[in-house]
């Protein structure tokens, strides 16, 4: 008998321990999507200041001193920004694709 309410209290014990693993690895997925869509929203945001700020268009070709402006520009902007030079490639790439 003794040995019976052991076990049981063993199984209930294990069960919760599952339910509360179960719980907290649904709270790190939410977390994690939250986070995801966070920064979705932030690079859309970051996006739209760049673009609001008029940057300088590069057209390509054989032009040094054009490009050494464009950088110039750009760099101006990702300035005033505050712009983290992690977000900085991907802020140019996604303004290429307006």
């Not at 919760?16 to 709270?27: D, I, K």
């Not at 040094?64 to 990702?78: D, H, L, S, V």
Request: glycine letters at 8%.
């Amino acid at each position: 008998m003794v040995q019976v309410m052991a076990q049981r209290a063993l199984a209930d014990a294990m069960k919760l321990m599952a339910n509360a693993m179960t719980q907290e690895a649904v709270s790190r997925t939410a977390d994690r999507e939250a986070q995801e869509a966070r920064r979705g929203g932030e690079d859309e945001l970051r996006l739209e200041r760049f673009v609001n700020n008029k940057p300088p268009i590069f057209k390509g070709g054989y032009d040094p001193e054009g490009a050494q402006r464009w950088i110039e520009g750009i760099e101006r902007i990702f300035g005033a920004m505050r712009c983290l030079d992690e977000h900085k490639p991907k802020t140019v790439f996604l303004q290429q694709l307006i």
